[in-house]
Nanobody, 124 residues
């Protein structure tokens, strides 16, 4: 069993930055594919970014390309999501997810473990 805990959310002005962290316990993340998803009020949860277990491949949603960066530190059992040039439409609860085997990194149905989420609010 894997437990995921997100942190780093908060209130920021448009154009600002945040760094979200997701720390895992119960299993080394070095063997896990890790993803970030978000859910805005009244909307379905959507894919943001993901990284393969070996770090060789990352993918991100078109809406965040060039602004958000996913990375991992296996020694700290933590995955990060750097959020830059934030926009009000980035306001959402951000969730971390993990899976041992994933064919399509952007498909949330393929992830086995989920965190409780962290709120990101971007003011205009």
């Amino acid at each position: 069993q894997v437990q995921l805990v997100e942190s780093g959310g908060g209130l920021v002005q448009a154009g600002g930055s945040l760094r979200l962290s997701c720390t895992a316990s119960g299993r080394p993340i070095s063997s896990l594919n890790m993803g970030w998803f978000r859910q805005a009020p009244g909307k379905e949860r959507e894919f943001v970014a993901a990284i393969r277990w070996n770090g060789d491949s990352t993918v991100s949603a078109d809406s965040v390309k060039g602004r958000f960066t996913i990375s991992r530190d296996n020694a700290k059992n933590t995955v990060y999501l750097q959020l830059d040039s934030l926009k009000p439409e980035d306001t959402a609860v951000y969730y971390c997810a993990a899976a041992a085997r994933v064919w399509h990194l952007s498909r949330q149905t393929e992830y086995d473990y989920w965190g409780q989420g962290t709120q990101v609010t971007v003011s205009s």
